[in-house]
């Protein structure tokens, strides 16, 4: 069974960082693209960025390029969101998800965790 568990999200005022943990687990996710999303109260769950399970190439959204990071520890089967500058606008629920495609679509993700909450004050 595969499962996602994110966590590490919390409450932090406008300029903080922030480091997201999604620990995977449940198969082998060589050949995956691993992509943090995050939904915001009344909006569509967005694309934040992804990574390559095997490539460690990453790809970021406009919206936080520069401002956010993600990584991955193979042997630990984790991959990490470091944010920084946070603004309050950056305000969601996060979510991890895996894939196989090339895709920025929540409709090509068939895995998801069940989210950590970022709230940014200003």
């Known amino acids: 069974q595969v499962q996602l568990v994110e966590s590490g999200g919390g409450l932090v005022q406008a300029g903080d960082s922030l480091r997201l943990s999604c620990a995977a687990s449940?198969?082998?996710?060589?050949?995956?693209?691993m992509a943090w999303f995050r939904q915001a109260p009344g909006k569509e769950r967005e694309f934040v960025g992804r990574?390559?399970?095997?490539?460690?190439?990453?790809y970021y959204s406009d919206s936080v390029k520069g401002r956010f990071t993600i990584s991955k520890d193979n042997a630990k089967n984790t991959v990490y969101l470091q944010m920084n500058s946070l603004k309050p606008e950056d305000t969601a629920v996060y979510y991890c998800?895996?894939?196989?495609?090339?895709?920025?679509?929540?409709?090509?993700?068939?895995?998801w965790g069940q989210g950590t909450q970022v709230t940014v004050s200003s």
């Open positions: 449940g198969r082998s996710f060589s050949g995956y693209w």
């Open positions: 998800a895996a894939t196989r495609s090339y895709s920025t679509s929540t409709r090509d993700y068939g895995y």
């Open positions: 990574i390559g399970w095997s490539s460690s190439s990453t």
